[in-house]
Structures are given as C-alpha cells and as structure tokens.
C-alpha cells in the first residue's frame, strides 16, 4: 500500500508538472544553427534551445500563454504556446515555411498559424494589384471576414483566437497605410535621390553617387522580414538576367546594429549577389527617412543621374519589373 501510494504521488507531481509546462519536439531537416531561440511578441528571448547534430531538439519550459516566435537562424517560425501543450513538428529550413508542420496538443492552433504564413505572400501579392481605396478597405474586409470565418469554423484555443483575430486586423491596418504612403511615394519620381554611405560586408564604405552612370535598383530588407526573403530567388533571377546592363542591384539591410554579424551570415549563407549593404541607423537612417520607408521589403529605382525613376518600384517577383527594366537603355 505504502508503494501504491508513493507511486500515485509521483505520478499526481508527474501530471501536475507537465500541465505547467509547454513540451516541444522539433526535427529540422537541413537546420541552420546549432541554437534555436524562442522568443516572445516583443522579440525577448524566451528559450534558448540546443539543437543536436541531426537537427533534433526537445524542450520543457513554462510560459504565458500567447503568441511566441521559433529562430533558427533567420528563418522564423510564429507559434501559439500555452501550458499543457505538447507539440511535435517537421519542417526543412531549405524550405521553412512550406515544410512546417505540427502534431500533439496545440497542433491545430500552430498548424493555423502556419497556413496562414504560407498565404501570406499570396494575399499580399493580390494586394499589391489594387488601386483605389475602395478596391483596398474591400480586399481588406473579404480578407478580415474570411480568417474570421476560419477560426469561427474550428476548436481552437479562446485566447488564441482573440490573439489571431488582433493580428489580423493589425496587418490589414499596415496594407492600408502602405498603401497610403504608396500614394505620397509616387510624389518623390523625378525628384534627386539623397546620396547615403553604407559599409559592405568586407567594411568598405559605397555612396549611391558611386553608381552614378548606372541605373540602381535598390532593395531594402532585413534577415527576419518573411516577405524580404521571400523576394531573394528572384532578386537572383534579375540580377543573372542583366548581368553585365548599366543597371546595378543594391540591397540594404536595416537589421539593427547588434544583428551586423548576423547579416553577413546570411549574406554568405543565401550567396545573396549584388552589392550588400549595413544602413547605419537601420530605420533612423537618413535615406530611409528621405522616402518614408517604414516597412519592407521596399524597392526603389534610380536613373544614371541620380534621380528618382519609382519611389516605390515593382518587386522582384512581380512579372511587370521585367518589363519596365527592358525598356530601359541599358
């Protein structure tokens, strides 16, 4: 009896314990670093976690329940934790966000979030075809309606369906306001461009003025903007079809000054081409303040004088730049 009892105690403080605890079980494929980093919506680290030779890593901690972000390099992964969950996932870093998968407990609230990611790029791709405010507060609306909808249709969570309907009015309210300021940007075409002088990844200074002669398709981004490195393989693809034009291809990063070794990690890790560039001020920087840049990807194109040809140019996988960069006399 006394075994009995002592056995049901341990397993009562065994049970107890694992609801006061979130479990994590990720195997990563072709991982990055050696350290992932949960960190929370402020972007504090929350874990740092070990990840073993074959990509494997298990971990136990308490949290607040609510909306966390996975690190494994640059790559990022939004996850919802509450105590209680135990969650297991797969995914690639080859191919993060297309991978991501999740099983166990919470699986259906991170399995949404992971979704979502995915369309992400393909909403904001549909936006990006929009010119009125009209069309815009509809896209908005349908798009706000339809997550709603989702949730409405699912078993998830109480708190992380108030967290996700938040998120979701947040980043419908960033759509508006880019394009607002998409508006303003078309103002700054034919006016000079400010000069800047930034460090590459050797350290060595470059001005805007040294391209002078050339046209300039300048992408500003950051290592942890989903849609920036969303945009690289065909930032890539442009730059082998006019390699050799009178057109140079500058990428700026605004990652904040901590972040510089980071930066050049994943310069040389994605063999990112062109010419790379460290802002010295990330967003504070002269330039970024100049054309309003406050959010990103951004894009902009400058003529071999210097002046402004679009404040706010085509992206890259955006078939209409092809079009507009063969126009031009390169």
């Known amino acids: 009896m006394k075994k009995m009892l002592g056995f049901i105690a341990v397993l009562c403080s065994t049970l107890v314990w694992a609801q006061d605890q979130v479990a994590l079980k990720f195997e990563i ?4 670093g050696d350290v992932v980093y949960i960190k929370n919506s402020m972007g504090k680290d929350v874990q740092q976690i070990n990840v073993n030779d074959k990509g494997f890593f298990e971990a136990r901690f308490g949290v607040a329940e609510g909306m966390y972000f996975l690190f494994d390099g640059a790559e990022y992964a939004r996850l919802f934790l509450k105590n209680g969950f135990d969650l297991t996932a797969q995914l690639d870093a080859k191919a ?16 949404f979030l992971a979704d979502k990611t995915r369309q992400d790029a393909t909403v904001e791709a549909e936006f990006m075809k929009l010119e009125t405010d009209e069309a815009v507060n509809q896209f908005c609306e349908q798009q706000k309606n339809a997550i709603y ?3 409405e249709a699912g078993t998830f969570d109480p708190k992380f369906v108030s967290n996700v309907k938040l998120m979701a009015v947040q980043e419908l309210m960033q759509l508006k306001m880019y394009f607002k300021e998409s508006k303003a940007k078309s103002k700054m075409n034919g006016t000079k461009a400010p000069n800047f ?6 350290g060595k200074k470059v001005k805007l003025e040294d391209f002078k002669g050339q046209y300039v398709y300048i992408d500003i981004w950051a290592t942890w903007c989903g849609p920036c490195r969303a945009e690289i393989p065909a930032l890539k693809q442009t730059e082998a079809k006019y390699h050799g034009k009178k057109i140079a291809f500058v990428s700026i990063s605004v990652d904040v000054d901590k972040d510089f070794e980071k930066w050049k990690k994943f310069v040389a890790e994605k063999q990112l081409g062109g010419t790379q560039l460290f802002a010295d001020k990330n967003w504070e920087s002269d330039f970024m303040k100049h054309f309003g840049v406050t959010s990103i990807p951004r894009f902009l194109l ?11 140019a085509n992206r890259p996988s ?6 507009i960069l063969d126009k031009l006399p390169l």
Request: proline letters at 7%; hydrophobic letters at 35%; a negative charge.
């Open 29 to 32: 494929t072709n991982r990055i």
């Open 96 to 111: 993060f966000d297309a991978t991501l998968k999740f099983s166990g407990k919470g699986a259906p609230e991170n399995n």
């Open 149 to 151: 909808q989702k949730l």
């Open 197 to 202: 002088e930034y460090v590459d990844v050797t």
């Open 302 to 312: 400058i003529d071999p004088q210097g002046n402004v040809v679009n404040a706010d």
């Open 318 to 323: 955006d078939p209409k730049l092809t079009a």
